[in-house]
């Protein structure tokens, strides 16, 4: 009895190890998009956050969108999204609730570098002798971090 359960036991290791084997090549990639107030350095929760990912080299990416995922931020101001292979070239983070602060226009987002070394963009809305020092901020591999203030308008 003994070397029947044992065997049964050994059969279901092997069944789980070849199944994770044969399903680990397609995990998925976490990638993480950081809101943060520009001015004040705090998170901005409970705002909608949407992904694009594509192959365009430069530009908008036109017909070549791979996908597009929207989120919202959690309260720590952060959107998570999990993106199945292959993966995209550039990604594009975009919201609608909040005002960005790369007016200049933002570097591209690679995604092989951002997974190497994140992402923190430029904040042109901060104010010169304002107390929180967003020049600070670093990134996480994996994670955008985005500097945005309240949207303007009705």
């Known amino acids: 009895m003994k070397a029947a359960v044992r065997v049964g036991a050994v059969i279901s290791v092997l069944m789980l190890t070849a199944f994770l084997i044969a399903y680990g090549a397609t995990e998925k990639t976490e990638i993480r998009v950081r809101l943060i107030n520009a001015v004040s350095g705090k998170p901005f929760a ?86 929180f020092h967003w020049q600070d901020i670093k990134a996480e591999p994996g994670e955008i971090i985005l500097f945005v203030v309240e949207p303007r308008g009705p």
């Open 46 to 131: 409970g705002r909608d956050q949407q992904l694009f990912g594509t192959n365009t080299r430069s530009g908008l990416p036109g017909k070549d969108i791979l996908f597009h995922l929207q989120t919202k931020t959690g309260a720590d101001g952060v959107a998570r999204f999990f993106i199945s292979p292959p993966l995209p070239y550039r990604l594009l983070p975009t919201s609608a609730q909040t005002g960005g602060c790369a007016w200049h226009g933002a570097p591209e987002i690679i995604t092989e570098e951002l997974l190497k070394s994140g992402y923190v963009g430029p904040n042109e809305c901060a104010h010169k002798n304002q107390p």
